[in-house]
């Protein structure tokens, strides 16, 4: 079938209930391109009384209910062809309807699904289609709201190949040919037998044909058939993290229809002993995982938001993601496919246990077949995934009934794709959440046993965590939610790493989701342990919800506790914050992953220097990588040294302040107490003796100027393209001065638009859609999309600052 673009042209309003249209209530349609997420639109509510669980969840925005709609007309000569309208997602509760018709509808915010649209259609005439989107107390996260993915108009005779109906897989794979076998599903929806035949094609990288294939298929009027191909490739590239070479496969099904899908050649290999091999070499996950929103885009999915952030994470040194707690958008599948970023992708938060007021939950009984089979469909052809998690922190999984529903979802994902491993990202405190003051009385017991008291077993909030999941009641609880899959994932629980090797000898372990502060542990236990494949952060990217998890706190804080009040807007988390900037933690894991050889300063704020620390395992220090603090001359300060290895020294404007160990024996890092001098910081690794790199940082002095850096100088006018320009505030040499924040305007001219206007400041009541905003850490960020071929011209401005401009050439594709 063929698809074209359906993304412009929509309108969008807050619902209004038809009644109070009729007593003259009325809301006007705003104009829009998708993706779009229209929660964006809202304005944030502080709410009444104490912080609660569902408005810093949600980012303190408001739910509701959203009307999109859109003319189109539909030509004549479609008529008795078929006519599908595909989205990629619509959060959530979608109701599609066609001139003023029941269609369809999906439930789950983040499923693809079509609309049967051609029995709806007036042909040579002008169509409506209106989609409902509801949003509100239904996840523990930032969701959005809307048409947020990329819509498609899919038009095809009544013989064609199915959507997603071309499968591709490497059955067979040795170092002289590869088994490249391919599925066609065809549908006839004609009163006639009809033969044709289907012509297969496989090419490489360069566009050369490497393998081919032609059979006939007879499909019965009103019936379905399956063409089953095996060719044969020479001397395979092999897609790998390293190397992601990738083929594609054209299939033409006479001259009626044509399907074309990109694929890889590689092999997959699980055991205890040698743990996951990817074409026979061993890997261990380097994870990241992430949540869906793309910061100041809100929840809208444009393939170049998904691109940039799989790039940047992949420069920060990891090689996999875990989308978190749904599945993964096209966009980005495609971008780990081309730049070789493995995925476990994931299908639901929720099963039969509801988490929120209004959650998925409601509908998972009816709807989680249908919404697994979708989230396969889009993967199957990704070499990027290697797994499929079921589900995240599933209560149900400590009781029989929930071991029952694990069982029925893994095997329902291996009926559809044999080829990858399936996991479920347990956590073993909810797993026994009925239970939990029977452990805490036992864990009180052992304690006082071995000494301690209450205040000592829960100083770190993942000691609990840990104690608990490694309990015997856990181990029995969820011994069979374990069992039906191929990998256990477990949730904050590296306590049953080494416990797990002993108890169950044939089980292999990932860690779903840790503390980003305990890397360095974690990651001695994934290299020692065969069976335990990696480690997956959280998070790796900061996202909006979930406010203040990761924040710094002190004992004196105004508002402690998990979550920040309004108007704190982000988690604080993330290795990389909301606009792709990398945080002190993000090198820290660069090192103790062994890919960086240089050391990496990190400075406390001043300000706080002394206090009592009281963030949660989810924070990292209050520290950044600069040396330009105005106002604390003389003051005291702590500089933090992360390296690899044997001893650091440091020196402040050439005078050293002496050695200190570093490297895994003193969890790669050290601190020193100096007093602040403004100049130049200088960090020296040795091993034995013998220096193995430096870095430094540098105060930022003089005059201010605003410098504008857009990430690519050419974009492409469609496929969800982007120009993302960072703006900066320096001194005259390029030293960045994140003390001296300012107001910065943005205008924009030619052939784009400003969709986006954002910085890393989680404490803030400005929205994402203005043209002036202040900068966070002397920095923001402008996020520009093109509405045609030519130049796009960006001007800012700064008090106390030249002005500067950016071109970027948006080009046809």
Known sequence: ????????????????????????????????????????????????????????????FPGGVFEYRKTFVVPEEWRGRRVLVEFEGVYRDAVVFLNGDYAGQRPYGYSQFRIDADRYLRFGEENEIRVEARAHKDARWYTGAGIYRDTWLVVGEVLRIEPEGVTVT???????????????????????????????????????????????VTVLPGDRATVRQRLYVSDPALWSPASPALYTCHVALGDVDEETVTFGVRTLRLDP???LRINGEGVKLRGACVHHDNGPLGAATYGRAEERRIEILKEAGFNAVRMSH?????????????????????????????????????????????DIEAMVAKDVNHPSVIMYSIGNEIPETGSPFGAAWGRRLAEKVRALDPTRYVTNAVNGMLAVMSELGALQQQALEQAAEDGAGINTLMADAGDAMNAISASELVTERTAESFAVLDVAGLNYAEARYALDRELFPNRLVLGTETFPTRIDGNWRLVRELPHVLGDFTWTGWDYLGEVGVGRPQYADSDAPGHNAPYPYLVAGCGDIDITGHRRPASYYREIVFGLRAEPYIAVRRPEYHGKQWTGSPWAWSDSLASWTWPGSEAAPVTVEVYSDADEVELLGNGNSFGRRPTGEAHRFRTEFEIVYVPGELVAVAYRDGVETGRTSLTWANGPLRLTAQADRETIRTAGGDLAYVTLTLTDAHGTPHPAADRRVSVEVGG???????????????????????????????????????????????????????????????
Request: aromatic share 8%.
């Open 170 to 216: 490497t059955p067979d794979v040795d170092g002289e040919r590869a088994v490249v076998e391919v599925v066609t599903r065809v549908v006839n929806d004609s009163i006639e037998v009809r033969t044709v035949p289907v012509v297969t094609g496989i090419r490489d990288g360069a566009g050369e044909t490497v393998a081919s294939d032609t059979s006939r």
């Open 326 to 370: 749904h599945p993964m958008s096209r966009a980005m599948l495609d971008a780990c496919d081309r730049l070789g970023m493995l995925v476990v992708d994931e299908a639901f938060d929720v099963w039969t246990g509801g988490k929120s007021e209004f959650d998925y939950s409601l509908n998972f009984p009816e709807w989680w077949e249908r």
């Open 1 to 60: 079938m063929f698809r074209t673009s359906f993304n412009d042209g929509w309108q969008v309003r807050p619902k209004v209930n038809p009644f109070a249209e009729l007593a003259g209530q009325s809301v006007p349609f705003t104009p829009v391109t998708v993706p779009h997420d229209a929660m964006l639109d809202r304005w944030r509510t502080e709410p009444e009384g104490e912080v609660t669980m569902e408005g810093a969840a949600g980012a303190y």
């Open 751 to 813: 052939a784009g638009e400003l969709i986006a206007l954002g910085s890393a400041d989680p404490w803030t009541e400005t929205p994402f859609g203005v043209t002036e905003r202040l900068t966070h850490e002397g920095r923001a960020l402008a996020i520009l999309r093109p509405t045609g071929p030519g130049k796009i011209h960006l001007t800012a401005t700064a008090p106390d600052c030249e002005p500067v401009s950016v071109v970027v050439t948006a080009e046809e594709q």
């Open 273 to 275: 002993r040698r743990g």
